[in-house]
């Protein structure tokens, strides 16, 4: 699969990314809810976003913004469809190095007894704890 460097552009996803950092993208990844995502923009196919995979939905990917403060997600153009999505966000490179994708068994490790009694490490490894759509 190709991997692409991506800088992120905007205080949407404020406090897991920030504008200027640089992003790790695998283009073609398998999306599952809670992934950092690249998409096309329904409503301006030419404009690339960063957002989390909120939930699959009939018509699509229910995408959400970090930053709650601020709109420019799902809530405000519905439900992007499978083709906009370009691929999973898996690491941050720049300024600082974070994980942003960790495998399917080690994030289930990291949300079970004991590992997810440790406050803050399943976040140190991208693990956040699935997003209401409905916020």
Request: glycine share 10%.
């Amino acid at each position: 699969m190709p991997i692409g460097v991506v800088d992120v552009d905007g205080p949407s996803m404020v406090p897991t990314l920030y504008p200027g950092d640089r992003v790790v993208v695998r283009y073609g990844a398998r999306v599952r809810p809670g992934a950092v995502l690249l998409v096309r923009h329904p409503m301006r196919q030419d404009l690339l976003v960063v957002k989390r995979a909120a939930e699959l939905r009939s018509k699509g990917w229910w995408l959400l913004s970090d930053n709650q403060f601020l709109g420019n997600d799902s809530r405000d153009f519905g439900a992007v469809p499978p083709e906009l999505v370009l691929g999973r966000v898996l690491a941050r490179v720049s300024p600082s190095v974070g994980w942003l994708a960790p495998a399917g068994w080690l994030e289930r490790a990291l949300c079970r007894w004991p590992l997810g009694r440790v406050p803050g490490l399943a976040a140190r490894f991208g693990v956040f704890r699935r997003l209401s759509p409905e916020l």
